[in-house]
């Protein structure tokens, strides 16, 4: 089993930057395996990062590129997302979630934590 916990949301103005964080416990596997979801209200969940299990580059979705970075410390088991010139329609719950196995469906989540970007 494994379980992860987030922190790191919060109110920041238009234009500001957070950072997140995602942390596992339980059983050991590799922060590649980790990603960042977000889902702003009436609006489809949206994969903001992807995992990287081995190798090539990471994926980030068009609207986030240039402004996101995400970082990952395997011997923290922590994976953290860096949100720069954050826009109001950044707005929405951020989760990190886990595969189970390269190329599987997401199978951990974390409880969930509120980015709110003010204009």
């Known amino acids: 089993q494994v379980q992860l916990v987030e922190s790191g949301g919060g109110l920041v103005q238009a234009g500001g930057s957070l950072i997140l964080s995602c942390t596992a416990s339980?059983?050991?596997?590799?922060?590649?395996?980790m990603g960042w979801l977000r889902q702003a209200p009436g609006k489809e969940r949206e994969l903001v990062v992807g995992?990287?299990?081995?190798?090539?580059?990471?994926y980030y979705a068009v609207s986030v590129k240039g402004r996101f970075t995400v970082s990952r410390d395997n011997t923290k088991r922590t994976v953290y997302l860096q949100m720069n010139s954050l826009k109001p329609e950044d707005t929405a719950v951020y989760y990190c979630?886990?595969?189970?196995?390269?190329?599987?469906?997401?199978?951990?989540w974390g409880q969930g934590t509120q980015v709110t970007v003010s204009s």
């Open positions: 979630a886990a595969q189970g196995g390269p190329y599987s469906n997401y199978v951990y």
């Open positions: 339980g059983r050991t596997f590799s922060t590649g395996a």
């Open positions: 995992p990287k299990w081995s190798g090539g580059n990471t």
